[in-house]
């Protein structure tokens, strides 16, 4: 099973920066897609990024332009730069990753997932 641990998260006021990381560790044979969500308070969680194993990228239409996701293979991290905050943006953020548990189940595309515990982020004056 595969465990993560984010890092990151923090208070920042609108236009700054953040950085959260996501480890992951545990016993796996392949790691696939990584991701990061995001719940704010009284709203469902959505979807912030994606990447593939091959580094394809995807984000969600308001963070466009003003964050990055981007993945240490060798580390089995996942990371979100995140700039131009704005208050909208504040949410508990919490990575996902896609990965097969062993090769038996790499070889019947028996795909798992898990989630990190999520890390606060509060972007306000």
């Known amino acids: 099973q595969v465990r993560l641990v984010e890092s990151g998260g923090g208070l920042v006021q609108p236009g700054g920066s953040l950085r959260l990381s996501c480890a992951a560790s545990?016993?796996?044979?392949?790691?696939?897609?990584m991701a990061w969500y995001r719940q704010a308070p009284g709203k469902q969680r959505e979807l912030v990024a994606t990447?593939?194993?091959?580094?394809?990228?995807n984000y969600e239409d308001s963070v466009k332009g003003r964050f990055t996701i981007s993945r240490d293979n060798a580390n089995y991290t996942v990371y979100l730069q995140m700039n131009s905050l704005k208050p909208e943006d504040t949410a508990v953020y919490h990575c996902q990753v896609r990965y097969y548990r062993s090769y038996y189940t790499y070889t019947r595309k028996r795909e798992e997932d898990s989630w990190g515990q999520g890390t606060q982020v509060t972007v306000s004056s």
């Open positions: 545990g016993s796996f044979f392949k790691i696939n897609g």
């Open positions: 990447i593939s194993s091959v580094g394809t990228t």
